[in-house]
T-cell receptor
Framework: SQQGEEDPQALSIQEGENATMNCSYKTSINNLQWYRQNSGRGLVHLIL?????REKHSGRLRVTLDTSKKSSSLLITASRAADTASYFCATAGSGYALNFGKGTSLLVTP | EAGVAQSPRYKIIEKRQSVAFWCNPISGHATLYWYQQILGQGPKLLIQFQNNGVVDDSQLPKDRFSAERLKGVDSTLKIQPAKLEDSAVYLC????????????FGSGTRLTVV
C-alpha cells in the first residue's frame, strides 16, 4: 500500500523560481527519502532525512520533516529546466522497505 | 561503481504467457528490492530480500509472481501466467543494508501484456 501522498500532483514554474512539494504520511517512520524520476527512467535518490532530524540541505535541495504532523516538504531553489521530472517521497518503517507516494510532476520552463 | 543492472529493458508478451526479469545489484549490497510501477503511480514494493532470505513479500501476488535470490547476489522475478494488469515497469533496487542511506535503482524493465 502507498504510504505517502504528495501535493501538488503537478507543478509548473519558470526557471529561477523555487519549487515546493509536500508529502504527508500515515504511520511512524524511521526515515523519509525523496527521489527524482525522469520520464521512462529509474529513480534517483536525492536526500534522506531521519525521524530525529527536522531539516536537511543538499545543494539546491532543502527538506523538512515534521513527525508530529507526519509531513515533509522538498524545496528546490533556483529551478532549472533540467529539474523537470517526477518527484516522489518514500517512507521507511521498521522493515526499512520504502513505501512511495504517487509523486509530484514538476515542469520547469525556460 | 557500477549501478544496478536489469534486463531485459523492454518485454511484450501475450496474456497467460510467462516472463522473467533479471537483476544484478551493486556488489556488496545485502538488501535487494523489487518494485512494480504502474503508469502514473508511485512504485509499489513486491518483495524485499536480505542476502538470500525474504524479509517482506506481503504484497507479492504469490499465485502468479515468484522471486528468488540465489547465493544472495542476482535475483529473478517471474510472472506466470501474466495478466493485462501486470503491464508496468518492474524496478529493482539495492542497498548496503536495510536502512542505509538511499537505495540505488536500476533502469527497470517495461512490461506490456497484450
Amino acid at each position: 500500500s502507498q504510504q505517502g501522498e504528495e501535493d501538488p500532483q503537478a507543478l509548473s514554474i519558470q526557471e529561477g523560481e523555487n519549487a515546493t512539494m509536500n508529502c504527508s504520511y500515515k504511520t511512524s517512520i524511521n526515515n523519509l527519502q525523496w527521489y527524482r524520476q525522469n520520464s521512462g527512467r529509474g529513480l534517483v535518490h536525492l536526500i534522506l532525512i531521519r525521524s530525529n532530524e527536522r531539516e536537511k540541505h543538499s545543494g539546491r535541495l532543502r527538506v523538512t520533516l515534521d513527525t508530529s504532523k507526519k509531513s515533509s516538504s522538498l524545496l528546490i531553489t533556483a529551478s532549472r529546466a533540467a529539474d523537470t521530472a517526477s518527484y516522489f517521497c518514500a517512507t521507511a518503517g521498521s522493515g526499512y522497505a520504502l513505501n512511495f507516494g504517487k509523486g509530484t510532476s514538476l515542469l520547469v520552463t525556460p | 561503481e557500477a549501478g544496478v543492472a536489469q534486463s531485459p529493458r523492454y518485454k511484450i508478451i501475450e496474456k497467460r504467457q510467462s516472463v522473467a526479469f533479471w537483476c544484478n545489484p551493486i556488489s556488496g549490497h545485502a538488501t535487494l528490492y523489487w518494485y512494480q510501477q504502474i503508469l502514473g503511480q508511485g512504485p509499489k514494493l513486491l518483495i524485499q530480500f536480505q542476502n538470500n532470505g525474504v524479509v517482506d513479500d506481503s504484497q507479492l501476488p504469490k499465485d502468479r509472481f515468484s522471486a528468488e535470490r540465489l547465493k544472495g547476489v542476482d535475483s529473478t522475478l517471474k510472472i506466470q501466467p501474466a495478466k493485462l494488469e501486470d503491464s508496468a515497469v518492474y524496478l529493482c533496487a539495492s542497498s548496503l543494508s536495510a536502512g542505509s542511506d538511499g537505495y540505488t535503482f536500476g533502469s527497470g524493465t517495461r512490461l506490456t501484456v497484450v
